[in-house]
């Protein structure tokens, strides 16, 4: 099952995006409307996009003190995200997702069009089943060895 595509999962949900001055209190209706935990945030001309996760929203907002009304998400947003092109696959998405430590990945086309945004939920069951046993076949091997 690891072989499957982010592509096979990746249009699960709509992918919501909004612009950079955005609030954080527009980002967070919208994420409860859809039922999802972040929002793309494109960036005109050649400046990095970025993406606004709940993540973002309890630890440099809520914890912080901001104003959600008054505070915009290039204010509080992750910043040049780590993406992953659409043709690769789960396990290679898991693997960007581990060494980033973030739980969202945009999701890019050839064209370097941003299509879709995964989270780790949506590979919640049979790839992170699988890679459990292959850490425990490793595991397994390592200690014959």
Do not use: C, W
């Amino acid at each position: 099952m690891l072989r499957r595509t982010v592509g096979d999962v990746a249009y699960t949900h709509p992918l919501l995006s909004l612009p950079p001055q955005a609030s954080v209190r527009d980002a967070a209706r919208l994420m409860k409307r859809d039922h999802v935990a972040s929002v793309y945030v494109p960036r005109a001309g050649r400046d990095p996009a970025g993406i606004f996760t709940e993540r973002d929203l309890t630890d440099r907002v809520v914890a912080e003190g901001l104003d959600p009304d008054r505070t915009t998400l290039a204010q509080v947003m992750s910043p040049a995200p780590a993406m992953i092109a659409v043709g690769a696959t789960v396990a290679e998405a898991l693997r960007l997702m581990f060494v980033h430590a973030v739980r969202h990945l945009p999701v890019i086309a050839a064209n370097g069009q941003v299509v879709a945004m995964v989270s780790m939920r949506d590979f919640l069951g049979t790839e992170v089943a699988d890679m459990d046993r292959a850490r425990s076949l490793a595991e397994e091997v390592t200690e014959v060895l």
